[in-house]
């Protein structure tokens, strides 16, 4: 039997129909397959820049410094698919298992999939950086015969600079995961992805950016243990109309007012589609006219709000094709909301109030970064449980170039590796099939 009575119909990032009636359970970090490869792909997947490790042994330009006079000419390029074996022979378990080790771009790229099995066995999700790291370590090592004077190279050239700095500063290896030493808290990892590898990872595609950054943002939830209780269908619906376009919701809402629309009119399509489903009624009617609005369900009508919220970025950010406006529509679209309703904004308040620090710090006096910096674990943006990010990853997608930190720049690595998993570049498609088998 079913948790919740909740039934939503799953949409494409096209507003295609993939299935109607689905239980709210079926899209669940805890049941949706789908949902557990994203994070465990998320935990195993590793890019490997080759062309940049040669570099660095044949320049002795390691760990962000440079050591002369233990240069290493080494063929790493030409030579990928022989590393690639014998890094794969290094981390497979059994015969059989889901390690994965394939060169791409003429030998300039590598992807590295540690076995589940490695990842399961320690307690820590960095066991895939630092599997993928050693075996490639001691690859290089044996193929190109590095004696041991030399080694010490290959290691600086792969880990960077650690374990002298936190991170592995100068490392030629990348996961889309950082070290948890930089996260906020406990739970925190999956929301330390900034919004410009989210915009890699699904082409620019603004609906399954943001259907991405939920899917994280969400599953954060669980782990730091704000989806537990009488708040998991708070999250879960959220995840679903927010995320996954729960009956095709923030499509419509985006057709509504795509051509001519404002912030505005998105809080009163928002509003008129409320009261259509009866999510809100009239409370009272003040002398002056004003209408006082209530709801018998708050998550859901927090849901409906995370949906609008989002189409309005996509509106307004759409037509200025610039993701700098992205702090100013939360802000702007939850005080009109607010003041339409009597009802509070997305999230309990909380996106608007951290829409107001993220205009300071993105862009304005404070800031020299950029929208597409940001991520649920920045000490201004990760107040919001998990609904901001999503519409700053639709934003940027939807960016024509004006960030000065833009994907292409900060992310192409993670683009060029991580760009072709179908759970990454279209989530709303691979959660909704799962979805549609667990119905």
């Known amino acids: 039997m079913a948790k919740y ?47 940049g490790l040669e570099k ?40 059989d298992d889901d390690t994965e080790v ?44 590095v004696d041991m004077f030399r080694a010490n190279m290959v290691k600086g050239a792969v880990w960077g600079r650690y374990p002298q700095t936190l991170n592995f500063l100068g490392s030629n290896l990348k996961s889309i995961l950082e070290v948890p030493q930089v996260n906020e808290g406990a739970g925190y990892a999956l929301r330390n992805i900034m919004a410009n590898h989210l915009v890699a990872l699904s082409g ?5 950016a943001a259907a991405l ?44 007012n795509g051509k001519t629309g404002t912030v505005g009119t998105v809080v009163e399509s928002v509003v008129g589609r409320a009261l259509e489903d009866k999510v809100i009624k009239v409370k009272e009617k003040l002398p002056s ?41 939360i802000l702007y679209y939850n005080d009109l909301l607010e003041h339409e309703t009597g009802l509070p904004g997305v999230d309990f308040g909380r996106a608007m109030g951290v829409s107001v620090g993220m205009s300071f710090f993105s862009h304005s006096i404070y800031g020299g970064g950029g929208p597409g910096l940001f991520h649920g674990n920045h000490v201004v943006t990760k107040h919001s449980k998990g609904f901001v990010i999503p ?24 683009r060029d590796v991580f760009g072709d998993i179908p759970e990454f570049k279209a989530p709303l498609k691979a959660i909704g099939k799962e979805a549609k088998k667990l119905k």
């Open 289 to 329: 006219g004003y209408k006082v609005y209530t709801t018998n369900d708050f998550p859901l009508w927090n849901a409906y709000a995370a949906a609008g919220m989002l189409a309005a970025n996509m509106v307004n950010i759409g037509a200025a094709r610039a993701s700098q406006a992205v702090p100013a529509t």
């Open 204 to 208: 620019k595609n603004s609906m399954n």
């Open 5 to 51: 009575k909740d039934k939503i119909d799953l949409y494409d990032d096209r507003g295609k129909l993939i299935e109607k009636d689905v239980p709210l359970e079926a899209i669940s970090p805890l049941n949706n397959p789908a949902v557990k490869r994203i994070a465990s792909l998320a935990k195993r997947t590793i890019a490997v820049d080759m062309a």
């Open 213 to 256: 950054a939920s899917v994280f943002e969400q599953t954060a939830m669980f782990e730091l243990g704000d989806a537990v209780g009488p708040f998991e269908r708070y999250h879960l619906l959220g995840l679903a109309y927010q995320g996954l376009n729960a009956n095709n919701m923030t499509i419509d809402l985006v057709k509504e």
């Open 102 to 145: 394939r060169v791409i771009m003429d030998g300039k790229r590598m992807i590295i999939q540690v076995p589940t099995t490695r990842v399961d066995a320690g307690v820590e999700y960095t066991t895939g950086f630092t599997s993928a790291a050693a075996a490639l370590t001691q690859a290089v090592i044996d193929e190109f015969n």
């Open 391 to 414: 519409c700053i990853a639709a934003a940027c997608s939807l960016d024509a170039g004006t960030q000065y930190f833009s994907p292409e720049s900060t992310s192409s690595l993670v």
């Open 56 to 95: 660095s042994l044949k320049t002795g330009r390691v760990g962000g410094g440079y050591i002369k006079g233990k240069e290493i000419d080494a063929a790493v390029v030409a030579n990928a698919d022989k590393l690639a074996k014998r890094v794969k022979d290094i981390l497979k378990v059994d015969k």
